[in-house]
């Protein structure tokens, strides 16, 4: 079954480090999100990606966060200068007729 | 901002009883969708609803969207200790020609055995 794939799995930076989290989208969807959760939170809508272009984001999503598609297959998520409350699981998902997410990154600030 | 209730929170059952989740909205819903996060785990889509007064079924699962589309819920008869997990709720919520999926609250469920 296809899936979409997240790395890493678990990331610790220091705060006011970039990250960059990065997801492989299931290969024939054309729409790309990011979701993260904070420890025992709901879902919380980042950003939505289609063709090679932001269509939504949230008041989540300043300045610090940026989205890219490099290569036609990697999908990322980069936050330039992580702050303690950025600390949550960052879902990659992707859709076709349903969203299918990854595994998530766990993302610790310290 | 648009919200998506839960309710409840949090439900422990004995394993065999039933367990319902309410998904409530401000709103009216162009549709839902239902998601379980095992602990520790990602938001797995379990069903989407349209149409006002559906209801679907899933084995043990029965999903059921309002009459007048606002609210939704998923009712699980004779739990078992693999339905453990947080329940979502989700609008796929349409604009700028693509969707964005608004997650309830979520309602956690613990199964006894």
């Known amino acids: 079954e296809p899936e979409v794939t997240q790395t890493p799995s678990h990331q610790v930076t220091q705060m006011g480090q970039e990250v960059i989290l990065r997801c492989v989208p299931i290969?024939?969807?054309?729409?790309f999100y990011w979701y993260r959760q904070i420890l025992g939170q709901k879902v919380e809508f980042l950003v939505s990606?289609?063709?090679?272009?932001?269509?939504?984001k949230s008041e989540i999503f300043d300045d610090q966060f940026s989205v890219e598609r490099p290569d036609g297959s990697n999908f990322t998520l980069k936050i330039r200068s992580t702050k303690l409350e950025d600390s949550a699981m960052y879902f990659c998902?992707?859709?076709?007729?349903?969203?299918?997410f990854g595994q998530g990154t766990r993302l610790t600030v310290v | 901002g648009q919200q998506v209730m839960q309710i409840p929170q949090y439900q422990h059952v004995q394993e065999g009883e039933d367990f319902t989740t309410y998904c409530n909205s401000s709103t009216t819903l162009s549709n839902i969708q239902w998601y379980k996060q095992r602990p520790g785990g990602h938001p797995v889509f379990l069903i989407q609803?349209?149409?006002?007064?559906e209801v679907k079924k899933q084995k043990r699962l029965t999903f059921q969207f309002g009459e007048a589309k606002k609210n939704s819920s998923l009712h699980i008869t004779a739990t078992q200790t693999t339905d453990v997990g947080t329940y979502f709720c989700?609008?796929?919520?349409?604009?700028?020609?693509?969707?964005?999926?608004?997650f309830g609250t979520g309602t956690r469920l613990k199964v006894l055995a």
């Open positions: 290969s024939n969807h054309l729409y």
């Open positions: 609803l349209v149409k006002s007064g």
């Open positions: 998902a992707s859709r076709s007729t349903e969203a299918f």
């Open positions: 989700a609008e796929a919520s349409q604009s700028s020609g693509t969707y964005k999926y608004i």
């Open positions: 990606f289609y063709n090679n272009e932001i269509s939504e």
